[in-house]
């Protein structure tokens, strides 16, 4: 029996199962193992609309054994901790697991680029769990300052911070906007919307770098006049409990401030033999194989380098990629010539929030109600699970009529300053 593993159940790992299945469905003698840390397929694009209360947690995830269905590969749900190269076995936490052939696509962490207090006391925004947090602290933030009265803490209570100018961040505070415009500003009477900040920091002199200048001109534009304050060649220097330093000078003070400025390649691949690039990617060859080991196969935007030209970090990169190499594993197997991974865009889409984005698609640009359209369509048709699609539909269409949820599910902790939880653990 010979034996495939694949690390990781995220676009392209998800994409790769899906393509060993067609490849070996009549090798009984062929044995797939998907292992991934939760037991769900998260569909990220859809994260930025959890902080807002826009749609339900639950509704964009998938359970992999229901994406499973009859298909015959193996789930588990683990943690990878080591990968031995040598003796071609996996350490997981619940014991070893050896491998004939192994497909690794673990995904990204953030990369706080050693900026003092970032990892400490900002919110990243790579997991379910963690936009959920995220959520509740804005949520708990909201409540005290509806009955708060000291004004400097009013301010930091009321500041929002997003660290990082691209589609993550771009998206994160339309949503912010939105939920505090549409929903906060009349259910806390407290909180007069004039008193609310969103700021984004952005290091580089323009926001959603990689999209075209028009379309990241007119998304500036619009979030200036919605009143979000875009400060551009703005580094974060240093976080803080209360705020966040920029360029070294000035203090932005803040309790909630949000990290999505950089991404690099989990520990476990940064700890691969070989060399990396400079965000701790994996340098792969055209069929995506490690040097040295051709039975391993490293996939996805923040796992896998090429010498070639660099491909943005998106989804569409690993879905991609998982296709090759599930299609280089059964050529491997039948000593037929591998297939190369060249980059093609698909296009960019950037929400601005409710009834507004921006789309550049086949060498066309356009913005407005229609690009907002087209990017619900697409990702709803991306959406994994036909439920999940009528899930989501039915989420943004009583948005639209009803008032958004802001319960918070955690009870109170207080902390001396003012009853907000310091920590950004869950169960604090
Ligand atoms: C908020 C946000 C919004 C985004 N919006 C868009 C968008 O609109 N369009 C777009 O194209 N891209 C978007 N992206 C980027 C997109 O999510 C990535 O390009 C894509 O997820 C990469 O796929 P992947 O398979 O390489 O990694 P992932 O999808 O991250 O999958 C990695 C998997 O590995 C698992 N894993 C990690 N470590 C271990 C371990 N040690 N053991 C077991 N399992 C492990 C993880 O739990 C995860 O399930 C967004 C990302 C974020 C965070």
Sequence with gaps: ????????????????????EKQFHKRPDVEIVLVNEQNFFLFTPLLPQIASSYINPRHIV????????????????????????????IELTSGPLDYD??????????????????????W?????????????????????????????????????????????????????????????????????????????????????????????????????????????????????????????????????????????AVELVERLPGPHDRIGRAMVNEHLQLEGHPEVFVIGDSCAAMTAKDAPRVAPVAIAQGRIAARNIAHRERNEALESYHYVSQGVLVSLGMNHAVVSIGGIQFSGYFAWLFWNAVHLYKLVGFKKQIQVTLDWMLGEIFPRDSSIVRRPVGCKLCGTPQTKSRTA
């Excluded at 359970?63 to 076995?89: C, E, K, P, T």
């Design 124 to 264: 990243d925004f790579k997991s379910l769990e963690n936009a959920v947090v995220f959520r509740e602290r804005v949520l708990d933030v909201l409540e005290h300052a509806d009955h708060t009265e000291d004004a400097e803490l009013r301010r930091k209570l009321l500041t929002f911070v997003v660290v990082g100018g691209g589609y993550t961040g771009v998206e994160l505070i339309s949503e912010l906007h939105d939920f505090m415009h549409r929903y906060v500003a009349g259910r806390y009477r407290g909180i007069p919307p004039s008193e609310i900040r969103l700021v984004i920091l952005e290091a580089a002199p323009e926001i959603l770098r990689g999209v075209h200048p028009k379309l990241a001109r007119h998304s500036l534009r619009r979030l200036e006049r919605q009143g979000v304050e875009i400060r551009l060649a703005s580094h974060a220097t240093r976080c803080f409990a209360d705020g966040v330093e920029i360029n070294g000078k000035e203090i932005v003070p803040s309790l909630t401030v949000a990290w999505t400025a950089g991404v690099r």
């Design 62 to 89: 998938q359970a992999l054994r229901d994406i499973r269905g009859s298909r015959r590969f193996r789930f588990r749900r683990d943690q990878a901790r080591a990968i031995d190269l040598d003796a071609r076995r």
């Design 101 to 122: 052939t192994l497909v690794i696509a673990l995904g990204s962490r953030a990369d706080y680029f050693g900026v003092p207090g970032a990892a400490e006391h900002t």
């Design 1 to 20: 029996m010979k034996r495939i593993v694949v690390l990781g159940a995220g676009f392209g790992g998800l994409q790769t199962v899906l393509g060993l």
